[in-house]
Antibody, heavy 119, light 110 residues
Framework: EVQLVQSGAEVKKPGESLKISCKGSGYIFTSYWIGWVRQMPGKGLEWMGIIYPGDSDTRYSPSFQGQVTISADKSISSAHLQWSGLKTSDTAMYFC????????????WGQGTLVTVSA | QSVLTQSPSASGTPGQRITISCSGSSSNIGSNYVFWYQQLPGTAPKLLIYRNNQRPSGVPDRFSGSKSGTSASLAISGLRSEDEADYYCAAWDDSLSGVVFGGGTKLTVL
């Protein structure tokens, strides 16, 4: 069974750094892309970017380019989303999801990681 | 402003058939597959329809998808109270080299 398990909720202050994770199991981790999706409180889904763990090929949505870093560590079957200087506007639920490849969309989803940024 | 356009709300009574529409452009729906997701309150989105009209195992055949040109639709027949949720369409966008979502449709079962 394909599973994506995300790290737990985080509470941070503006300007702090953060790295959240998404661990895949039940499939060949290096054979599928992993995408990240943001959902701000009471709002819709926003695509952030995608990474192919096999070779770390990464593509960012223009809205998130330069704002976050997506990475993967295939040795532990995990993908990561990180910020170097959080803003209050980064407060949101973040989901990871598997993607078969460019041209497709997300199929299996993680449970989400709630990030709260507040002074 | 979402790249794909959905009506913000829809409603129906139990047993009824409803459709939710999604409008895009040649760079997304017009040239790539459409996906539909159901998001119940406080949970992660769940894949409902993939590649325009395919249902993952476990998704009831009350749910069906279709695509024509740069538009797509999700139909739900035999509406049930547990179908009350937010529904999102999505497609890969060749210009943005990423997935684009609709703004979501909140379905109310009266």
């Amino acid at each position: 069974e394909v599973q994506l398990v995300q790290s737990g909720a985080e509470v941070k202050k503006p300007g702090e750094s953060l790295k959240i994770s998404c661990k895949g199991s039940g499939y060949i981790f290096t054979s599928y892309w992993i995408g990240w999706v943001r959902q701000m409180p009471g709002k819709g889904l926003e695509w952030m970017g995608i990474i192919y763990p096999g070779d770390s090929d990464t593509r960012y949505s223009p809205s998130f380019q330069g704002q976050v870093t997506i990475s993967a560590d295939k040795s532990i079957s995990s993908a990561h989303l990180q910020w170097s200087g959080l803003k209050t506007s980064d407060t949101a639920m973040y989901f990871c999801a598997t993607v078969s490849g460019p041209g497709d969309s997300a199929d299996y989803w993680g449970q989400g990681t709630l990030v709260t940024v507040s002074a | 402003q979402s790249v794909l356009t959905q009506s913000p709300s829809a409603s129906g009574t139990p047993g009824q058939r409803i459709t939710i529409s999604c409008s895009g452009s040649s760079s997304n729906i017009g040239s790539n597959y459409v996906f539909w997701y159901q998001q119940l309150p406080g949970t992660a989105p769940k894949l409902l329809i993939y590649r325009n009209n395919q249902r993952p195992s476990g998704v009831p055949d009350r749910f069906s998808g279709s695509k024509s040109g740069t538009s797509a639709s999700l139909a739900i027949s035999g509406l049930r109270s547990e179908d009350e949720a937010d529904y999102y369409c999505a497609a890969w966008d060749d210009s943005l080299s990423g997935v684009v979502f609709g703004g979501g449709t909140k379905l109310t079962v009266l």
